[in-house]
């Protein structure tokens, strides 16, 4: 099997990517996402990228409430597919992912990353996936009306909420996918209890490989999420893939990888990269890189890991990006 080409032929997906987290603070800043994405775009390109969710995640310190800087970051999406319409195909149902492959576009999902824009107002949720969102993580790091996020203790954190169950059972009912990437263990729980539905992590590390990161889960949640069919996506950020992030290599990454697949098979592995979506024009520092896996032109490296560690070639093809596609045609359609 040649990995070059298989990596050409089969579905890539990317489930986590940053919109601009800053996004809302000015108009000047827009222009800069503007010109920002148009250099993201040959990187896509060049990693042989498919298909990428892009996360609007708001600032608590804006001034600006949460509901309006989501509104802004959508209306910079909808902007950016209008106009970039020959490469860029805004995917509402998991045919598009599809078409667009077949166009040799990029199909681009919009996700919220945490559910604050929604407050406390099922109207807003239904509003959000009018407007295109087709999965929310419930929670990003704090408390909101939903659940309690990681940053409230990892353990000691609270789960879902009244009106937290409430979310998840619309949820199924409109057709979004549930990402708990962000969530204490109860909330997780608590997600699986009430959700009828295939849920997914959509950037996450594992305690085998850094049991010190918040952001990463024990075994039991992986297995958890697979039972109810889901996906766990590797994530890159270095933190959770070595105690010292410095040594987050594209090796370290496989060996996530690795790790997922020997606990819940290879139907329930995928990848959330959790790139920067600076990070290829600012020059960030070099402990915020996975060496050798730094951006998303570097896909094509994880496929020829894949086949170098004796993956068989439909495995790859799940990992890469067919588990995501499975759940999102259940859940989204
Ligand atoms: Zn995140």
Redesign the pocket.
């Known amino acids: 099997m040649d990995p070059a080409q298989l990596h050409q032929e089969m579905l890539v997906w990317d489930a ?1 990517r ?1 919109v601009a987290y800053e996004a809302p603070l000015s108009e000047r800043f827009l222009q800069g996402w503007m010109t920002g994405f148009d250099m993201h775009l040959p990187l896509v390109r060049a990693g042989g990228l498919d298909c990428q969710t892009y ?1 609007i ?1 708001v600032a608590p310190e804006l001034d600006l409430p949460p509901t309006a800087q989501a509104f802004k970051e959508l209306e910079l999406i909808w902007e950016t597919q209008s106009s970039h319409s020959n490469t860029v195909t805004l995917a509402l149902k998991s045919d598009d992912v599809l078409q667009a492959k077949a166009q040799g576009t990029l199909a681009a999902w919009v996700a919220l ?1 945490g559910a604050e824009p929604i407050l406390n107002q099922i109207g807003l949720l239904r509003g959000f996936y009018r407007m295109g969102v087709r999965s929310i ?1 419930l929670t ?1 790091n704090w408390r909101n009306a939903i659940a309690d996020g990681v940053a409230e203790g990892r353990e000691q954190g609270g789960g879902l909420t009244r009106f937290g169950e409430q979310v998840v059972r619309e949820m199924n009912q409109l057709g979004m996918v549930v990402d708990v ?2 969530m204490t263990l109860q909330g997780v729980r608590d997600v699986l209890r009430v959700s009828e539905q295939p849920i997914i992590v ?2 996450g590390g594992s305690q085998r490989l850094c049991a010190t990161h918040r ?1 990463t889960s024990p075994d039991e949640i992986l297995e958890a999420i697979a039972e109810k069919d889901g996906v766990f996506c590797a994530t890159t950020i270095p933190e959770t893939l070595a105690q010292d992030p410095a040594q987050a290599t594209l090796e370290t990454f496989l060996d996530l990888i690795d790790h997922c697949v020997r606990v819940i098979g290879a139907d329930h592995v995928g990848l959330g990269a ?1 790139f920067d979506v600076f990070q290829s024009h600012l020059g960030l520092p070099p402990e915020h890189w996975v060496k050798g896996l730094e951006e998303v032109d570097r896909w094509p490296r994880v496929t020829a890991g894949l086949v170098q560690r004796g993956y068989t070639e439909s495995d790859i093809r799940k990992i890469m990006g067919e588990n995501l596609l499975r759940v999102y045609r259940q859940v989204v359609g």
């Open positions: 986590h940053d996360a995640c990353e993580g990003w990437a962000h959509s950037h952001r959790d």
